[in-house]
């Protein structure tokens, strides 16, 4: 695993939380572009004050996305025409705290955000956005890969 270089990330906003972690948009200056950090945090000893935390299920679950999301960026380079995936910059190790750190590429907003401000889409611009939803499912179909997070805030829309 790479090193992750803080000194290289300027910290924008955060995008999101979930179970394992943060996203937040960033800015790397040596690549002169914004990406979205996916930022594991150490868990607890126990989880929902229950269970005891497995974390060799958590890494192994860290790099299942990670090959999932390199083998998307594969398909995507392979297949110009598809147009809808973000491009996936790798999998580093945050020198902090040793724990995984995911770079991509940064989108404008979500759909959600979009349809959360109330802002309207011409029939052309939604078909548009619609066709690059299907091609984009139809190929990670065809390979065999299901998503089975499909929401407007994960359906990320860039200029």
């Known amino acids: 695993m790479k090193f992750f ?3 290289d990330i300027i910290e924008l906003e955060k995008l999101g939380k979930g179970g394992f972690g943060k996203v937040f948009k960033a800015y790397h200056k040596r690549k002169c572009k914004y990406v979205a950090i996916k930022e594991f945090l150490k868990p607890d000893e126990k989880k929902d004050n ?23 960026n594969k398909l995507s380079i392979e297949n110009p025409e598809v147009k809808c995936f973000l491009g996936y910059d790798g999998i580093f190790k945050n020198p902090k705290d040793s724990m995984p750190i995911l770079q991509m590429e940064s989108g404008f907003c979500t759909l959600f955000d979009v349809l959360r401000a109330g802002m309207k889409y011409s029939v052309p611009e939604a078909l548009y956005v ?6 984009g499912y139809s190929l990670l179909q065809n390979k065999g890969i299901c998503n089975r997070d499909v929401k407007t805030e994960n359906i990320i829309l860039v200029e």
């Not at 005891?52 to 999301?69: K, T, V, W």
């Open 130 to 135: 619609l066709n690059s939803l299907v091609d």
């Open 50 to 72: 229950q269970v005891q935390f497995n974390y060799e299920a958590f890494i192994d679950s860290i790099i299942i996305e990670h090959s999932l999301l390199r083998d998307i």
């Open 5 to 7: 270089n803080y000194d």
